[in-house]
C-alpha cells in the first residue's frame, strides 16, 4: 500500500484502521493443504492457499476464498482474494470479488467487483483495488447496500465506481492515501442511489474536510417523518419508502441534488371505541414540516406534506388532532 502524507485531520482516522495487508508470501507461517468443498476447519491460524469449504475462524492467511469464512479476524492479515462469502469481517480483505456480509470492527474491503451487505462503524470499504507490485490495479465496480456509519473511499482509478444502494451515515471520503481529495486527481467515484441521512452526504464530506466533492453523485435524498404517541389511531404512510434498517418512513426531497415537490402523505384514523378530532386547522408547520389537513367521511384525516426540510417527529397535537375513547 503506498504512503504519502495524510492531513492531520484525517491521519488519525486512517491510522484506526489498522489493517495491514500484505502478499501472503511475506509470512513465515506454516501453509497447510487447502480446504475443499466439503471440507469444514473449526480455526485456522496457518497460511492456506484455497479455502473451498468452510473455515469458521480465520486467525491465519486466505489467499483465495471460494467457499465461506464465517468470521475473518486476524490481527494483520486475513483473506488476499474472496470469491465466495465472508460472513463477519473484522480486519482485512485486500481483493473482494464475492460477498462480504457485515464488515465492522476495524476492518477494511478493497472492494473490485463485490459487494459489502452491511459497512458499520469503523470499518471501510475502498472502490477499487490497491497497487500491485508493478503498479498496476483493476478497474474497481464493487457495491455497499447498507452503509451504517462506514467509511467509505474512492478507488485510485479515475474508472472505479463504488455504487452504494443506501447510505444512512458515515463518511465519504476520497482515496485511501488522499482522503480529503484536495489534489482532484487520481480519485475514482463514489455513487449514492439513496442518501437517508439528514444533512447529506454532501454536506457531511464537507464538514469532514474533503475539498473537491465532485467524485461524489447522489441520486435521491429522503426525510423521514415519525408520528409519535399515537396511541388510540392507525396511522398509514403513502408515497413513503420503508427503511428496513431503522424502520423508518421516508419521503423524497431531493432527486440529482434539486429540490422536488414532496408527494408524500399520512392517513390517521381512530381505533375501534376511540373518536379523532381537529381544532379546526386546515394547515399548520413544524420546524421541519409544513401540511394540509384533509377529513374524510369516515372520520379519518389525511396529512398531505407539502414540504421538509429534516427528519421529523411529529405529535397528532402538532398536526391540530387529538384522540380520545367514545363515551
Request: proline content about 2%; hydrophobic content about 30%.
Amino acid at each position: 500500500m503506498r504512503n504519502k502524507f495524510l492531513p492531520k485531520k484525517v491521519a488519525a482516522v486512517v491510522l484506526s484502521t489498522s489493517v495491514v495487508l500484505m502478499p501472503i508470501t511475506a509470512f513465515a507461517a506454516e501453509t497447510v493443504p487447502d480446504n475443499p468443498e466439503d471440507g469444514y476447519v473449526e480455526f485456522l491460524s496457518q497460511n492456506m492457499v484455497n479455502n473451498r469449504g468452510n473455515i469458521n475462524k480465520n486467525d491465519g492467511c486466505v489467499e483465495n476464498n471460494y467457499g465461506f469464512l464465517e468470521w475473518n479476524y486476524a490481527e494483520e492479515w486475513g483473506v488476499e482474494n474472496n470469491y465466495g462469502t465472508v460472513d463477519y469481517n473484522e480486519m482485512g480483505i485486500h481483493n473482494n470479488y464475492g460477498e462480504v456480509n457485515v464488515n465492522y470492527h476495524n476492518a477494511l474491503v478493497f472492494n473490485i467487483s463485490g459487494n459489502v451487505l452491511d459497512n458499520n462503524e469503523l470499518a471501510s470499504v475502498v472502490g477499487g483495488a490497491d497497487y500491485d507490485e508493478d503498479g498496476n490495479m483493476e478497474r474497481g465496480c464493487g457495491t455497499v447496500t447498507n452503509n451504517n456509519g462506514g467509511r467509505l473511499y474512492a478507488g485510485y482509478n479515475p474508472d472505479d465506481e463504488l455504487t452504494v444502494t443506501n447510505y444512512y451515515y458515515g463518511e465519504v471520503l476520497g482515496n485511501y492515501d488522499n482522503p480529503m481529495n484536495d489534489e482532484g486527481m487520481g480519485c475514482g467515484k463514489i455513487h449514492i442511489l439513496n442518501d437517508f441521512s439528514e444533512e447529506g452526504v454532501y454536506k457531511i464530506a464537507e464538514d469532514d474536510g474533503v475539498e473537491d466533492r465532485s467524485f461524489i453523485t447522489v441520486d435521491k435524498h429522503y426525510h423521514f417523518v415519525d408520528v409519535k404517541d399515537a396511541d388510540g389511531v392507525d396511522v398509514s404512510y403513502s408515497n413513503f419508502v420503508h427503511s428496513d434498517s431503522d424502520k423508518k418512513e421516508y419521503a423524497l426531497v431531493e432527486e440529482n441534488n434539486e429540490p422536488v415537490e414532496v408527494k408524500a402523505s399520512i392517513t390517521i384514523k381512530a381505533k375501534h371505541g376511540y373518536k379523532l378530532s381537529n381544532t379546526g386547522e386546515k394547515s399548520g408547520e413544524t420546524d421541519k414540516l409544513s401540511y394540509t389537513l384533509d377529513k374524510h367521511h369516515d372520520g379519518s384525516y389525511t396529512v398531505n406534506i407539502t414540504s421538509l426540510s429534516g427528519n421529523a417527529e411529529v405529535s397528532l397535537d402538532d398536526l391540530h388532532l387529538s384522540v380520545c375513547k367514545k363515551h
